[in-house]
């Protein structure tokens, strides 16, 4: 029986797959404002994989032979016009995505896997809605295309029994016919699994309504110096404040260089999104006694950038953050709590352009011995501390999402 190439039978079932998953993340991208910075970018370098995944397998097309079409007809014009769909959606998918980043009033740049920077398109700011409909249109019209796809292979393969389906598989097996299907569905499941775990413990937010970020792992959350078998760790964990005293002064942590502070706040149904490069922070606290934590951040207002050159000219002046009179800003908690296995939050004194109110922080601490990981996250309601107080302030979302992760070791 003839087939398609290996090379197109690989790209048809990888791309695929990787379509369940953008789609499954793109959904959720919207809901996760700050918190989905990092699957925003990876969102952005599977897409553009798939655009030249798909550039290839329209090479291929060309190079390598492909088997002769079963059906004429009706029947198989509409099978062809489904393939042609089948690629305008593979294409436009990752082309109205890449056109709409490019538009966006703040253009946050994007670096595919972290390495290689994406230009931005020179198109005109005024195409950016019809790019993000187009985004959002396209993914359905591609599910509705992918499911007429799917009944002509089941018609095929079931009533036609005339063996379609192993033209685009590379042998005749049921593990087969099974496996390379159930990869969509795959692509699919590993975009809700990597999404930021919900909320924890109601109670936690019924004082705290902010952001909440992954607990870490109970196992990974012991004190530096506790060396309990697991279960009685994980017991350890969830009740901190309970368990024993703590045997001498709580260690005080270094942080480690390449850390980040970074903010994100709506502005007219976009993003802006930037973070400090200056900062330092003198933390005091056994993670198992969490209440004798003492916490100070310092951080250095005009080290703000959102990587564009006008707005950061105007971060710094009175509009924002008034940075001649209030050159830095400082966040002081006295005593933190466990809100469950390696999470907390700590209730303490943010001080910004001269005015102290009370800001709560969650964070979660992971890793062993004398080194944690911390990541962490607190809402700003920037109004109370007369940020962003000026004519081209009208669009700023009254709550700006402030995100930190960084290392810090044991002294
Ligand atoms: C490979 C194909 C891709 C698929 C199937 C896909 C699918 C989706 C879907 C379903 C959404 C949610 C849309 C909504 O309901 O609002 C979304 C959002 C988004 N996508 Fe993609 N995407 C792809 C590629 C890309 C690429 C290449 C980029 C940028 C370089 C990108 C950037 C975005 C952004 C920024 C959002 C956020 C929501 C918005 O502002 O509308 N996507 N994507
Ligand atoms: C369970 C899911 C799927 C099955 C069983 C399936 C099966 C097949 C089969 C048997 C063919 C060959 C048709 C022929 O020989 O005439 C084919 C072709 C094709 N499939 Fe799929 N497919 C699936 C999912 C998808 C998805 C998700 C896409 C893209 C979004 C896609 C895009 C295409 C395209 C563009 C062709 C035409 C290839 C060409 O001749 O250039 N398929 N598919």
Do not use: C
Request: charged fraction near 15%; hydrophobic fraction near 50%.
């Amino acid at each position: 029986m003839q087939r398609y190439s290996r090379t197109a039978i690989f790209l048809h079932w990888a791309i695929a797959a990787l379509l369940a998953f953008q789609i499954s993340v793109g959904w959720a991208l919207d809901d996760l404002g700050a918190r989905g910075f990092s699957l925003f970018q990876l969102h952005k370098s599977i897409g553009i994989t798939v655009l030249l995944l798909t550039l290839l397998r329209v090479a291929v097309r060309y190079w390598k032979p492909r088997p002769a079409k079963l059906e004429g007809g009706w029947q198989g014009a509409l099978a062809s016009a489904v393939h042609v769909g089948l690629y305008a959606f593979m294409l436009g998918a990752p082309l109205t995505g890449w056109a709409l980043v490019s538009t966006a009033k703040v253009k946050v740049p994007t670096l595919i896997f972290g390495t290689i920077p994406l230009p931005h398109m020179p198109l005109p700011a005024d195409s950016h809605a019809l790019a993000e409909n187009g985004h959002a249109l396209l993914a359905w019209l591609g599910i509705a295309l992918f499911l007429l796809h799917v009944a002509g292979a089941l018609r095929h393969h079931l009533l036609m029994r005339d063996g379609l389906i192993w033209r685009m598989m590379p042998a005749r097996s049921p593990l087969l016919l099974v496996g390379l299907p159930a990869l969509i569905l795959i692509g699919f499941i590993a975009g809700r699994a990597i999404l930021p775990a919900p909320r924890p413990a109601p109670a936690a937010q019924a004082t705290a309504p902010d952001n909440a970020i992954e607990p870490a792992n109970a196992a990974e959350a012991q004190a530096p110096n506790a060396a309990l078998p697991a279960d009685d760790a994980a017991t350890n964990a969830t009740q901190p404040a309970t368990a024993e005293e703590p045997a001498g002064p709580p260690p005080t942590w270094t942080v480690q260089p390449g850390g980040r502070i970074g903010f994100t706040v709506g502005n007219d149904g976009d993003m802006i999104s930037g973070s400090f490069a200056k900062w330092t922070a003198a933390i005091v606290m056994d993670p198992d006694h969490p209440d004798s934590a003492d916490i100070k951040v310092t951080i250095d207002m005009a080290s703000a950038s959102v990587g564009d050159a006008y707005k950061d000219g105007m971060l710094p002046g009175d509009e924002f953050f008034g940075v001649a009179a209030h050159p830095t800003a400082t966040f002081v908690a006295k005593g933190a709590q466990a809100t469950g296995p390696g999470s907390y939050r700590a209730s303490g004194t943010l001080t910004l352009r001269g005015v102290s109110k009370p800001q709560t922080i969650r964070f979660t601490l992971s890793g062993k011995d004398a080194t944690r990981k911390v990541l962490g996250n607190a809402t700003i309601a920037r109004a109370a501390f007369g940020v962003g107080n000026g004519d081209s302030s009208g669009g700023l979302a009254p709550q700006v999402a402030v995100t930190f992760a960084f290392t810090a070791r044991r002294k």
